[in-house]
């Protein structure tokens, strides 16, 4: 396996469209992380059957993730909430769900992820126990830790890790160049050179605290910090992942309607903000559109780029009046589309 993206995505509809519209060469992998029994609310499949049907469609191999990290509060989203509480309870529900036959009858297709749940104490045994049950029918798997209880998952997985697995270091929104997170890199990459395994290292560009209001129009956003994608090679690491140019956020229930756009640009390795005015759905079409088309940035993409890129090819119907742009939650398809698309050419 010769990848070199991680793009992380929550299974849900934007971000399942912005997957499916790109054809995904072997430089990435991406990570799934189900979140909901269902992509949307109403869809006939559960996540497992989409998941199933999508990645069979396409001939994407993905790593899977029932995510343990999540703090679930009052305000998350009801559906992730249903659907996280009783793995967070109960961990080893999440190995069932992994080892559905659905998701072994395709384990050409599918690499499980074993993890653990940062934000509660380390529960010693437990990475060991999903291991040997997922072993079972899986032929390669990944470990997911996290600076928190980093030492101690480490040393677990270190009699247990094999061959051509995959070693995931999930250090959130905190910057790479941290001392305190170069201290873990070197113990990640010692582990994986000794068993011919790859490593990762996971950060989220693009901080939650970034609100679309504060967007400066046209401008690069200096919140967001993408150097990840430079330097992995240098820290040891075999590859980068992020959010696919979106938040990774924390899956809270929406409040008003605020317009805005964030457009990866490669030539900066930056981002570029857009925004129109708050709670008029309205302004997506009439001020983020024309900005965003006659913007540095998008000129910065060619024709072929434009027609084929999810999130650019939407916003020129939307422009020419074939489609309707009013959707905060499909504008959020359209950056990761727009990114996904970008690591794929470009990477």
């Known amino acids: 396996m010769n990848f070199k993206y991680v793009p992380v995505f929550r299974y849900r509809a934007q971000e399942r469209k912005a997957l499916n519209s790109t054809l995904i060469s072997e430089k990435i992998l991406p990570l799934i992380e189900v979140v909901t029994e269902k992509p949307t609310s109403n869809s006939k499949s559960d996540s497992i059957q989409q998941l199933i049907n999508d990645i069979n469609e396409s001939n994407t191999r993905v790593m899977l993730d029932f995510p343990m990290y999540l703090k679930l509060r009052n305000a998350t989203i009801k559906t992730v909430r249903d659907f996280l509480t ?3 309870a109960d961990p080893l529900k999440r190995v069932k769900f992994l080892s559905d036959a659905r998701l072994v009858n395709n384990k050409d297709k599918i690499i499980p992820v074993i993890t653990y749940n940062p934000n509660s104490p380390f ?16 032929d390669q798997v990944s470990f997911r830790l996290y600076p928190l209880h980093f030492r101690q998952a480490i040393t677990e997985i270190k009699s247990i890790i094999k061959k051509n697995d995959i070693i995931l270091l999930d250090i959130d929104e905190s910057s790479h160049e941290l001392p305190d997170n170069r201290k873990l890199y070197n113990q990640v990459q010692d582990l994986a050179n000794s068993k011919l395994c790859k490593s990762v290292l996971i950060r989220s560009a ?18 967001a910090d993408n150097s990840l994608l430079k330097d992995f090679n240098d820290l040891g690491f075999s590859a980068f992942g992020d959010y696919c140019g979106v938040k990774k956020d924390e899956l809270k229930k929406g409040g008003m309607v605020s317009p805005g756009y964030v457009m990866y640009s490669w030539n900066d390795n930056s981002y570029f903000g857009f925004k129109g005015v708050r709670d008029q759905a309205e302004t997506f079409e009439k001020i983020v559109v024309p900005n965003v088309t ?3 940035v998008w000129n910065e993409f060619n024709r072929n780029h434009r027609t084929n890129c999810l999130g650019c090819k939407n916003i020129i119907n939307i422009r020419k009046k074939i489609k309707k742009g009013n959707s905060q939650p499909e504008w959020k398809g359209f950056a990761c589309g727009h990114y996904l698309h970008t690591m794929e050419e470009f990477l």
């Open 86 to 88: 009783p793995i967070l």
């Open 123 to 138: 529960v010693n045994g437990y990475m060991n126990s999903q291991e040997q049950y997922l072993r079972q029918y899986y």
């Open 206 to 223: 693009i901080p939650r605290t970034l609100t679309n209001v504060n967007l400066n129009q046209g401008k690069i956003v200096q919140e």
């Open 294 to 296: 006659s913007s540095n």
